[in-house]
């Protein structure tokens, strides 16, 4: 089988997710056997940008006109387009409702010049081409990225979990910190794959990567409620990773 | 005859920028480091969120930098409560930036600077033919991670560090695995210097240059510290990180989403070369592996901010033990934090990030929420810098072809190992006063 190849872009973001990539550092030399990298601006000059690709990664969100159009671009040459992080998959930090309109923000941050950058509200990568893959993260988890390209590379469609990081927390047999300490944990709504990280820690999930498809909302209102935590501050609380999923998707 | 440089996107930076050089016959009419990142509007975002959440929205500024941008915010944070933290807590902290200066300047050194300086397109096309060269450094790269995991609890993003102290203090075995690897990176630096200080030179640039680095007040260190030291041509300024508005005095600039800094109208340069230039040296083998990369400071080269990298890298794996050391020596007796209570209050705090001096200036009301908040990036400090640097490159290069000039642009830019992500928010609200 030839190599398939593999393109991995960013698009407005913290560079995090290629940064997950390159941060295989015991993997990274045997991705380079299995893939044929053609175009990895981040990592490599000389690059071919216009080629076909099997395999697009693609991380950040749509802010501006520019990234709308360099999507599309690498939509156009890609057989299968895997959106990977939270802000392409749900929108991320910068689609948070900071409760203002986008002018004014971009006044109170730039000044009068503010009104000339391209800028466009955050979208993630489903609201402008169609994604093939979902891989949330922020950042992305190693095991997940190496997880799913083993996948495609055998023509496989990745299996992510659907259920909750409450799951992998009680795996762990951490004290529940929703239960025990009262705190706004979104656990029980986030998407697993972090092996409950945060809470293992002692912290409550934020939420980082977004919403949980097999996750039981109304029950969890209820438990939330009896704990006295009210929707408005859970919700508050998920939409500042995934806003989207706020808004009723 | 005019002639336009261009280079699009650069590649092996993080973040999108693009190089443009204009010139009419031998004279450069004009230089621009053009930074086009989309606006993500952080600053503004954070506005009226408890102090809580702060750190955690913006450490998302910038992955590469999301160490420094956590605990600047908490410095700040902390400053503007009037909260002490413990001693045990500020050597942690200490260790987790070095942890990030460590996997900053692995990464850059040996996957985005010395594919150039040996004529390869990237490490992993370097890794063909130096195989050893690049498994070293990323070696380097997984240790500085492993602090970052075993304190910071994840490489990218930590989600350990809170306001007065962390979640979860490491275990003792969790610092012995880590005081191992430790070990190993010890000898994977000498076999960096070998490597480093084989490179062919590059030495196409020089100008007289402004340094401004964070005071470390005789212990190198990242971390603490509230006061900038200010060097030029023997000259010497001394600013207060509350006074940061009036070093970073900017000016707009229509390429690009930053304003541009500068002192006394000169623009000046930040970062790891700045750092050693402004402190004392930190100890007899940086001073050794100073002189094997021929490294004489001052320097007016840009270039020699890769290997003050290089001296920062090895310094930090010794001093990282030493730190690993001495917490297994005396055991972690302290609480893991101390309580935070929220009150109305201001404060700006400043640290060494990778690239340079970071600035995090926030205002929070009774309740712990953000009234204000204003992030300056070294990134967009140093622009300015790099477009000064590029005008005398291309003025002192004898070779006035294009392609020659490209690769020394493009070399230059790298060289302050740029973070573009970070840099487009150093843009503030200034226009409308």
């Not at chain 1, 979208?123 to 799913?148: T, Y």
């Not at chain 2, 970062?271 to 930190?282: C, H, I, Y």
């Not at chain 2, 622009?383 to 294009?402: G, L, M, N, P």
């Amino acid at each position: 089988m030839s190599k398939p190849t593999v393109g991995i872009f960013g698009l407005t973001g913290c560079a995090g997710d290629q940064l997950a990539i390159i941060n295989c550092e015991d993997e990274l030399l045997d991705l380079v056997n299995l893939l044929d990298i053609r175009d990895f601006v981040m990592a490599a000059s000389e690059g071919d940008h216009t080629c076909q690709l099997d395999i697009a990664f693609v991380e950040g969100a749509v802010l501006s006109k520019h990234d709308e159009e360099y999507l599309k671009k690498i939509r156009a040459r890609a057989k299968t387009l895997v959106a990977i992080g939270t802000c392409a998959v749900w929108g991320g930090v910068a689609a948070m409702d900071g409760g203002r309109g986008r002018d004014e923000m971009l006044n109170e941050v730039y000044g009068p010049a503010g009104a000339r950058y391209d800028s466009t509200p955050a979208r993630a990568l489903g609201e402008v081409v169609k994604v093939d893959l979902k891989i949330s993260g922020c950042p992305i988890e190693k095991d997940q990225f190496l997880g799913a390209v083993a996948n495609l590379l055998n023509g496989d469609a990745p299996l992510l979990a659907g259920y909750a990081v409450c799951a992998e927390c009680k795996m762990r047999e951490n004290n529940c910190l929703l239960v025990e300490n009262h705190q706004v944990c979104c656990g029980p709504l986030t998407v697993a794959g972090c092996g409950a990280r945060c809470p293992g820690l002692g912290i409550a999930c934020v939420g980082c990567r977004g919403p949980a498809a097999d996750a039981n909302f109304p029950s969890a209102m209820e438990m939330f409620a009896a704990k006295g935590i009210g929707a408005d501050r859970i919700t508050a609380k998920l939409k500042t990773f995934a806003n989207a999923a706020g808004g009723g998707q | 005859m005019s002639t336009t440089i261009r280079v699009e996107h650069l590649a092996r930076v993080e973040g999108h920028g693009g190089i443009t050089v204009e010139m009419d016959g031998g004279a450069v009419t004009a230089v621009r480091f053009d930074l086009f990142e989309g606006a993500r509007l952080l600053e503004s975002l954070i506005r009226g969120r408890s102090y809580e959440d702060v750190a955690q929205i913006v450490s998302r500024i910038c992955a590469i930098c999301s160490a420094a941008h956590s605990l600047t915010s908490i410095k700040a944070t902390e400053a503007a409560f009037g909260i002490e933290v413990s001693p045990q807590t500020h050597l942690l902290r200490d260790l987790l930036y070095r942890g990030e200066n460590i996997e900053s300047h692995a990464l850059h050194l040996f996957c985005l600077a010395a594919p150039d300086y040996l004529g390869y397109p990237s490490a992993t096309a370097l890794a063909a033919d130096h195989p050893d060269a690049v498994k070293t450094g990323l070696r380097l790269k997984k240790l500085g991670n492993l602090i970052q995991e075993t304190i910071g609890g994840r490489a990218i993003h930590p989600v350990n560090v809170v306001p007065g102290g962390f979640g979860k203090l490491p275990s003792a075995d969790e610092l012995r695995a880590l005081r191992a690897g430790l070990l190993h990176g010890v000898e994977d630096c000498k076999a960096t210097l070998d490597l480093l200080s084989g490179l062919p030179p590059a030495d196409f640039c020089h100008s007289p240059t402004v340094f401004a680095g964070l005071d470390m007040k005789g212990d190198y260190g990242y971390y603490a510290g509230d006061e900038i030291v200010v060097k030029a041509n023997g000259r010497q300024r001394r600013v207060r990180a509350a006074d940061y508005r009036s070093l970073t005095n900017e000016t707009p600039v229509p390429h690009a989403h930053a304003k541009h800094s500068s002192f006394d109208g000169k623009p000046f340069m930040v970062g790891a070369l700045a750092r050693l230039t402004v402190n004392a040296l930190p100890d007899d083998a940086a001073a050794s592996a100073m002189r094997r990369l021929g490294l004489r400071l001052p320097s007016g080269n840009p270039m020699d901010n890769n290997m003050a990298q290089a001296v920062e890298l090895i310094y930090d794996v010794g001093r990282a033990l030493a730190i690993v050391d001495k917490l297994l020596a005396e055991g972690l007796n302290e609480a893991p934090r101390v309580p935070v209570k929220p009150k109305a209050g201001a404060a700006t705090a400043v640290t060494e990030a990778p690239r340079g001096l970071l600035f995090h200036s926030y205002a929070y009301d009774a309740d712990g929420r953000i009234v204000s908040a204003d992030v300056i990036t070294p990134t967009a400090i140093n622009a300015a810098s790099i477009e000064d640097h590029f005008r005398h490159a291309v003025e002192q290069s004898a070779d006035k072809s294009v392609p020659a000039l490209t690769r020394k642009l493009e070399m230059i830019a790298r060289a302050y190992d740029p973070c573009i992500s970070c840099s487009v928010h150093l843009i503030q609200k200034r226009g409308s006063a």
